[in-house]
């Protein structure tokens, strides 16, 4: 039996905590980031409150263990 390959797409996008919880980072960040030079693309408020990581819903967290080869 071969090894299982880790989900190279998964790996970039959620890390597994010492507890076994899974954390992503926070959506609606990518886009329409605030900038000086661009102030109507969103508000630096918006941008801290989508700052940081959060907790994988339990329904997601059995699929994407098996895809990182946890």
């Not at 980031?33 to 967290?61: C, I, M, Y």
């Amino acid at each position: 039996m071969p090894k299982m390959k880790t989900h190279s797409g998964a790996k970039k996008r959620f890390k597994v905590t010492s507890n076994g919880k899974v954390r992503r980072l926070q959506a609606g960040r990518k886009s329409g980031a605030a900038f000086a030079s661009q102030p109507t693309t969103g508000s630096r408020r918006r941008n801290r409150h989508l700052s940081g990581e959060v907790e994988v819903s339990k329904a997601d967290t059995k699929r994407i263990k098996r895809v990182l080869g946890r």
